[in-house]
């Protein structure tokens, strides 16, 4: 699953298909020393590299040579527990990093291209092998998807068709996309010997493609798995936020119990479906069942309302909400392990959201999806969310597990 709905701030331009909250999740202790603890990262909610995204949660990542000490800190990069691993703009990167970083091939030596498939399009670029610094940790030599190089620039019908191509930083509005998600893999069914492959690897010689199977080890991969350390899972912490502002700050930190600054404390385990990823939401009678997520990689509350609550769709576009005055809401998630909790939350009109400059933190941004029920970016204000990495041991047990 990549879930990623990248959103501009004009109501007009609002992709279409794919909490304000009460109670906050328990867990990591406050940090007061002025030196952050190497398992964590800056966060920041802004209108992104291209000054125009809403509800984007950022944070910077290093690009290495293996081995080397040829670096590159990249800013403005996506968080996403939405998809997993890391994919990069040649855009964003030197002359020098695109030339340095070694594209994988395949047995027969062809290069190892992907088509990556979110709900609002498609990145498409070489896979590369590359050490990632985020924070104080490190994933040494592991595999990273370039989007846009221009030694790959035609890109096979096969992959267009699924969605339109977003290699360029107008179009991405950002740098690049960290997928921290509940798996350490991007395609498990991509691999050899799968029955279903649906085709995002492609092998290539010049503009010559054809679709692929590619082992594990050579598939972009959820970089916080390959940690020395903390590599279990993530929190995603950000502060609650009770109207639209500027900006926002918080903290990735890495790993679920491995130090006092990520301890699960009264965080409540949901446990996920561990091929799906998915749990499941109750809202007004009717349960997603197996199709609900949290996702920092979409930028509001997305789920389908047609009852008489007042939920108009934006006009002319229809990606968000515009009732005419702010409505009340409530859900209930279920795991797996039949945890439950009930989130309140409201939903406010996008396009008066939108209208205020200089905003790019909306806690009341919603918007219409049919069959799933995703919580974006607003259901993390308030909380620290935890995100367990299927198979891996943490002291809420055995991920995969979303836990707040």
């Known amino acids: 699953m990549m879930s990623v709905k ?12 794919l909490s304000v909250l009460a109670g906050c999740g328990g867990g990591s202790s406050s940090r007061k020393s002025s030196t952050p603890p190497s398992n964590t990262a800056p966060l920041v909610v802004n209108a992104g590299p291209t000054g125009n995204y809403a509800n984007g949660l950022f944070t910077t990542v290093t690009i290495c040579t293996p081995g080397t000490s040829t670096c590159q800190a990249i800013s403005g990069v996506l968080v996403d527990t939405g998809s997993f691993g890391l994919r990069i703009l040649s855009s964003a990167l030197t002359a020098a990093q695109n030339n340095g970083l070694e594209v994988e091939t395949d047995t027969d030596g062809k290069s190892i291209v992907e088509c990556a498939q ?5 990145t498409w670029g070489p896979v590369v092998t590359a050490d990632v610094k ?5 994933a040494r030599a592991i595999p990273v998807q370039i989007i846009g190089d221009s030694h790959f620039s035609n890109v096979p019908s096969g992959c267009s068709d699924t969605g339109a191509p977003e290699n360029t930083l107008q179009k991405l509005m950002t740098n690049g996309i960290l997928g921290i998600g509940n798996f350490v893999q991007d395609c498990p069914a991509c691999g050899p010997g799968t029955v279903d492959n649906p085709g995002l690897y ?3 010689t010049g503009s010559s493609c054809s679709v692929t199977t590619v082992a594990l080890s050579q598939q972009v991969a959820n970089p ?5 350390t903390d590599n279990n899972g993530v929190v995603v912490e950000l502060p609650a936020v009770s109207s639209s502002k500027a900006t926002l700050r918080g903290a990735l930190v890495f790993g679920i119990g491995t130090r006092s600054n990520n301890a699960l404390g009264d965080a409540q385990v949901f446990t996920i479906d561990p091929s799906t990823g998915n749990f499941s939401t109750t809202f007004k009678g009717k349960t997603y069942s197996n199709a ?4 920092t990689g979409s930028n509001g509350f997305f789920f389908l309302d047609s009852s008489a609550t007042g939920l108009a769709s934006c006009k002319p576009a229809n990606g968000f909400y515009c009732p005419s005055s702010p409505v ?8 797996t392990n039949n945890a439950k909790s009930t989130i309140s939350f409201n939903i406010d009109n996008a396009t008066s959201l939108f209208s205020v400059s200089g905003n790019a933190v909306f806690p009341t941004l919603g918007g219409p999806l049919d069959g799933l029920f995703d919580w974006g970016l607003p259901f993390f204000y308030g909380r620290n969310v935890y995100v367990a990495i299927f198979g891996a041991t943490t002291p809420g047990g055995v991920g995969p597990y979303w836990a707040y």
């Open 328 to 335: 009340m809401l409530s859900a209930t998630n279920t795991g």
């Open 134 to 138: 985020i924070g104080g940790e490190q």
């Open 118 to 122: 979110f709900s609002d399009g498609v």
């Open 292 to 295: 609900s997520f949290l996702d």
């Open 202 to 204: 492609y092998s290539c």
């Open 224 to 228: 916080i798995a390959s940690f020395t």
């Open 6 to 17: 990248r959103c501009a701030l004009a109501a007009a331009a609002i992709c279409g298909s």
